[in-house]
């Protein structure tokens, strides 16, 4: 018995040169294309270390707004965590210790969960677990 076995034709000469040509055609085309659309990005941020935040408001777990210059004056730390990274939780404890520590220095303590849970679930959690800085989310993410 004997099996028929497709095999592409091979290609020579002009063929082979042409297809050649075009690939190398096509990869000078994506990487211009690339280099284009890379360099129309606007940047990723303005701001440059040491500026200080435009004021903006987002929502506090509690669900309140929060103004960013209320911060005026203070020394903030920002973390961001979720209650499913092991590690950003194992830190909850150190955080606390260090806003206890330097609240009178002017630290303030703000934490913005990356939990797509209901914001006030999130308070809970921290609540529970004896953290009792601000907590922020971004209110869009948890529009219904």
């Keep these: 018995m004997i099996l028929a076995v497709w095999q592409p034709p091979k290609l020579t000469g002009r063929s082979s040169g042409f297809m050649g040509g075009a690939v190398v055609l096509l990869i000078i085309t994506v990487m211009l294309v690339s280099a284009l659309l890379e360099a129309n990005k606007p940047p990723a941020s303005n701001l440059i270390p040491g500026d200080p935040l435009p004021d903006y408001t987002v929502i506090s777990a509690d669900g309140s707004a929060v103004s960013v210059g209320e911060f ?20 909850l404890p150190r955080l606390q210790q260090l806003k206890d520590e330097y609240a009178d220095g002017g630290l303030v303590l703000v934490s913005v969960s990356l939990d797509d849970q209901d914001p006030a679930w999130v308070q809970e959690y921290l609540d529970a677990g004896g953290h009792d800085w601000l907590s922020l989310t971004d209110e869009a993410d948890h529009m219904d």
């Design 72 to 91: 005026k004056g203070s020394v903030v730390l920002l973390s961001f965590w979720a209650t499913w990274c092991a590690e950003c939780v194992d830190q």
